[in-house]
Antibody, heavy 116, light 112 residues
Framework: QVQLVESGGGLVKPGGSLRLSCTAS????????MSWIRQAPGKGLEYISY????????IYADSVKGRFTISRDNAKSSLYLQMNSLRAEDTAVYYC?????????WGQGTLVIVSS | DVVMTQSPLSLPVTLGQPASISCRSG???????????LHWFQQRPGQSPRRLIY???NRDSGVPDRFSGSGSGTDFTLKISRVEAEDVGVYYC?????????FGQGTKLEIK
């Protein structure tokens, strides 16, 4: 069955960096777009980025453009989100999701807290 | 950005009764490939979102048939024919036609 397991969250100071990982199983990872979506505590959902199977088609929400970098390693069935220049408003649970337009499976999420 | 407006935001329902959630988009959601990328998600307390309905009316595998989706263009609806206790949670519509993909504010379903 499809499984997506995020890791790498934690507490970081404003201006700091963090790298999130998502390990996929149960499907052919290299065939599909993958995405990152976040949810601030007690708030709604924000779609922040997606990447094509080859990594050549990448898009970001304006709120993270220039600070976050999505990438993937198909050999390891892994998706990554490098987050730099973190701000308090980046505090959220970060989910990886399978595909872009379909968003059919989501992981359990990893919590990122940006605070001094 | 395409604004997705859900109503109601709070939905108290008696067990066994029907429920309906409306989702309206600020622009048509028909994509250039002819598909309408409007999905519905359920987020139970303490869990990650789970997709229930994709592309307006297609039910995901394992989703009870008491859930149904309908609509077109800019107006969409999620219906639950008979609410059960396990349906408690927050329901979101999401459009994936226009970037950035956007979600409705969420509708919190609770048992009366």
């Amino acid at each position: 069955q499809v499984q997506l397991v995020e890791s790498g969250g934690g507490l970081v100071k404003p201006g700091g960096s963090l790298r999130l990982s998502c390990t996929a199983s149960g499907f052919t990872f290299s065939d599909l777009y993958m995405s990152w979506i976040r949810q601030a505590p007690g708030k709604g959902l924000e779609y922040i980025s997606y990447i094509s199977p080859s990594g050549t088609d990448i898009i970001y929400a304006d709120s993270v453009k220039g600070r976050f970098t999505i990438s993937r390693d198909n050999a390891k069935s892994s998706l990554y989100l490098q987050m730099n220049s973190l701000r308090a408003e980046d505090t959220a649970v970060y989910y990886c999701a399978r595909t872009a337009r379909q968003g059919d499976y989501w992981g359990q999420g990893t919590l990122v807290i940006v605070s001094s | 950005d395409v604004v997705m407006t859900q109503s109601p935001l709070s939905l108290p329902v008696t067990l066994g009764q029907p429920a309906s959630i409306s989702c309206r988009s600020g622009q048509t959601l028909v994509y250039s490939d002819g598909n309408t990328y409007l999905h519905w998600f359920q987020q139970r307390p303490g869990q990650s979102p789970r997709r229930l309905i994709y592309r307006v009316f297609n039910r995901d595998s394992g989703v009870p048939d008491r859930f149904s989706g309908s609509g077109s263009g800019t107006d969409f609806t999620l219906k639950i024919s008979r609410v059960e206790a396990e349906d408690v949670g927050v329901y979101y519509c999401m459009q994936a036609t226009h970037w950035p993909f956007t979600f409705g504010q969420g509708t919190k379903l609770e048992i009366k």
